[in-house]
């Protein structure tokens, strides 16, 4: 398995980061946190049913860094930005957990989650079964698994313990070979076709384009990254691609939820929104 250099750094950080929480919180502890959590809100069945209507499926991003980025919001309130999303018409929300790499925390999900009503995709790097009863204890409706960080029995392994925990799995993968993987393995409905090139962090939309025609009707495409426009949604629209994950575009507004209304739904206009629920 060929795996980028960055990447590469992120995921032993990440067995690191695993071991030493294993060491600290028990997987039994953790198991009776599952049992006390909320019902999963339905992160696949919001999407499809917004796709279905050919309506903008959008998973908002709440990122407050990224290695190629830095920084890219310093008035960063996960639960103030959760309900700006939702007042600005997200159906989903993907909050960054990742510590090292991208200032995310727990906390952040947490917050997030517990200030609206939407379902939660937890944004980290999936490596162990413990993270993802971890991810079902900390509140989260689905978690990420990243082909190209994984290999097929990994993959396997980790979406049946999403299934055993009630977890919608999104997948995501960035070339031919990594969707052939990810469709042979997986059944999940959701297919994220990630448009940045993880060895030379290019975006390109091209990608989502490329692949579109591999992909079987019965899943649902979601484009990620390099969606910064009306003309990039236009143009993803009109190949029939409804669902969208987007983050810096709306980061690096003052008002993230202001954003997303006036990039995916324009014709609802700025009245739509109340302006106490964006500060």
């Keep these: 398995m060929s795996v980028p250099t960055v990447l590469e750094k992120i995921l032993a950080r990440k067995a690191q980061e695993v071991a030493a929480r294993r060491a600290s919180v028990s997987l039994s502890e953790l198991q009776a946190l599952v049992a006390a959590a909320d019902t999963p809100r339905g992160f696949a069945l919001a999407l499809i049913n917004q796709a279905k209507r050919k309506q903008p ?68 790097f999936m490596i162990d079964p413990y993270q993802v009863i971890e ?92 969606i910064l426009n009306r003309a990039d949604v236009e143009l993803m629209e009109i190949s029939e691609v409804y669902s969208f994950l987007v983050g810096e575009a709306f980061m690096r507004a003052e008002k993230p939820g202001v954003e997303l209304q006036r990039l995916f739904f324009p014709e609802k206009g700025p009245a739509a929104i109340k302006a106490s629920t964006l500060d």
């Design 135 to 226: 991810a079902r204890a900390l509140g989260a409706d689905c978690i990420l698994l990243i082909v190209s960080a994984l290999d097929d029995v990994q993959m396997a392994e980790l979406a049946a313990v999403a299934k055993a925990n009630k977890l919608d799995v999104l997948v995501e993968v960035h070339d031919g070979e990594e969707l052939e993987r990810a469709l042979k393995t997986l059944d999940t409905p959701l297919v994220g076709i990630n448009n940045r090139n993880l060895h030379t962090f290019e975006v390109s939309l091209d990608t989502t384009l490329d692949l579109l025609p591999r992909i079987p009707s019965d899943r649902l495409v979601i484009t990620e990254s390099g």
């Design 57 to 124: 499926a959008v998973i908002a991003e709440i990122k407050k860094a990224s290695p190629s980025k830095g920084v890219i919001r310093e008035n960063f309130h996960p639960a103030e930005i959760a309900k700006s999303y939702e007042a600005g018409g997200a159906t989903c929300l993907s909050v960054l957990t990742d510590i090292d790499f991208f200032q995310g925390a727990d906390a952040y999900l947490k917050e997030a989650r517990g200030a609206c009503k939407l379902p939660v995709i937890r944004k980290d």
